[in-house]
């Protein structure tokens, strides 16, 4: 249990150990909640939604995709990954590579060609990264859709329309 609990933890990005922002409360709210969705669920539909839950992980998360693309470029004999050129990547930092130059990353990919597997997981990568620099900013207003029209909200009185009194009405004594 406790290790399906650290692999329902991770496809949500969340540590399962007390660190500056996880509690003790919060790691016990998390277990208990995972363990009545378990006795809900049952051993067979939990484990189906995990692993599908983990292949999505894979498949979307920027961390995930971000080692996917550094293995790749490994594996063609690379000696960093275009997410190392681009963020600086954990792996070739690690390893101690420096951040390429924009001259420099050309010329690696001049002499090793990106695959197509290649270009298909940099492009996930970097649609995901783009989602996830958007969602910390604030959403641009749409226009209201003509299907719905205008939010549906009260008139207002004539003397608070724009152009109309902004004193305080006089009543007679």
């Known amino acids: 249990m406790k290790r399906l609990f650290e692999r329902f ?3 949500r990005g969340k540590p399962v150990t007390v660190t500056s922002t996880v509690t003790i409360r919060s790691l016990d709210r998390a277990w208990t909640a995972f363990v009545k969705r378990w006795n809900l669920e049952g051993r067979e539909a939990f484990e189906t939604m995990l692993k599908k839950r983990e292949a999505d992980h894979a498949r979307l998360s920027v961390g995930e995709l ?3 693309v550094c293995r790749l470029s490994w594996d063609q004999d690379r000696r960093c990954c275009i997410a190392h050129f681009e963020d600086g990547c954990p792996h070739c930092r690690e390893l101690g590579v420096a951040r390429p ?3 420099e990353w050309r010329r690696t990919v ?6 197509e597997v290649e270009r298909d997981v940099i492009g996930r990568y970097q649609r995901a990264l783009d989602e996830a620099r958007r969602a910390g900013r604030a959403r641009p207003q749409r226009d209201p859709s003509p299907v719905r029209g205008p939010p549906r909200t009260p008139p207002r ?3 608070h329309q724009r152009g109309g009194r902004h004193e305080a009405p006089s009543y007679p004594a």
């Open 101 to 103: 130059d924009r001259e």
């Open 9 to 11: 933890r991770a496809t």
């Open 66 to 68: 971000a080692g996917q």
């Open 157 to 159: 009185s004539p003397e």
């Open 110 to 115: 001049e002499t090793v060609p990106v695959t």
